[in-house]
């Protein structure tokens, strides 16, 4: 298993991975952080990675760069590692990375998606324990009512990833019902 810390802008995203036979495969994206905080976060959660960072083949790192600036980028979802999964949180993340760009879905469009109407808190959870954000974009589910909800990054960040992406909204924390999926 190896990491590679890559510079977006002014700040830094982690990235882990392994070949899975030859083909590169992401383990978890850890949003924005100082590069010695996701280093040792890194370390913590993954013992046993190779110390050494090593860059991902194929240009995936500059695709996950461009989806943190908003831009329109195509990260096919065969580069991540789904296997870790349960399968209801494969069938809610795999639903979200069909949010298109500009767009947000509920927790509650996604659980009656999953067949599950009244699992909202179920989506929430697993959207919570997303290993891919950017790429799967958690960050385009919001409260029914347009409210932003939570996100690892924070909502500040949650806010500035919408933004980025054409989201428009009717007050600083609430996403325009024009912009719901």
Same mark, same amino acid.
């Given at each position: 298993?190896?990491?590679?810390?890559?510079?977006?802008?002014?700040?830094?995203?982690?990235?882990?991975?392994?070949? /899975? #036979?030859?083909?590169?495969?992401? +383990?978890?994206?850890?949003?924005?952080?100082?590069?010695?905080?996701?280093?040792?976060? &890194? &370390?913590?959660? $993954?013992? +046993?990675?190779?110390?050494?960072?090593? @860059? &991902?083949?194929? #240009?995936?790192?500059?695709?996950? &760069?461009? =989806?943190?600036?908003?831009?329109? +980028?195509?990260?096919?979802?065969?580069?991540?590692?789904?296997?870790? =999964?349960?399968?209801?949180?494969?069938?809610?993340?795999?639903?979200?990375?069909?949010?298109?760009?500009?767009?947000?879905?509920?927790?509650?469009?996604?659980?009656?998606?999953?067949?599950?109407?009244?699992?909202?808190?179920?989506? @929430?959870?697993?959207?919570?324990?997303?290993?891919?954000?950017?790429?799967?974009? $958690?960050?385009?589910?919001?409260?029914?009512?347009? /409210? =932003?909800?939570?996100?690892?990054?924070?909502?500040?960040?949650?806010?500035? =990833?919408? %933004?980025? +992406?054409?989201?428009?909204?009717? %007050?600083?924390?609430?996403? %325009?019902?024009? $912009?719901?999926?």
């Amino acid at each position: 298993m190896f990491y590679q810390i890559v510079r977006a802008g002014r700040e830094e995203i982690g990235l882990v991975w392994k070949y /899975a #036979g030859k083909k590169p495969k992401i +383990e978890y994206i850890y949003l924005p952080d100082s590069k010695v905080k996701l280093k040792e976060r &890194i &370390i913590k959660d $993954c013992p +046993e990675i190779n110390k050494i960072s090593q @860059g &991902i083949p194929g #240009g995936i790192d500059d695709r996950i &760069i461009k =989806l943190y600036f908003g831009k329109e +980028e195509n990260v096919d979802i065969s580069f991540l590692n789904l296997s870790g =999964l349960t399968d209801f949180s494969a069938k809610v993340l795999k639903l979200a990375y069909k949010i298109p760009r500009g767009k947000v879905d509920t927790y509650s469009g996604l659980a009656a998606a999953v067949g599950s109407p009244h699992a909202a808190r179920a989506v @929430g959870t697993a959207l919570a324990d997303n290993p891919y954000p950017l790429v799967i974009p $958690c960050h385009r589910v919001v409260r029914v009512d347009g /409210a =932003l909800g939570g996100f690892g990054g924070g909502v500040k960040m949650k806010r500035e =990833l919408l %933004s980025k +992406e054409g989201v428009t909204f009717d %007050s600083p924390d609430r996403v %325009s019902a024009k $912009c719901i999926w």
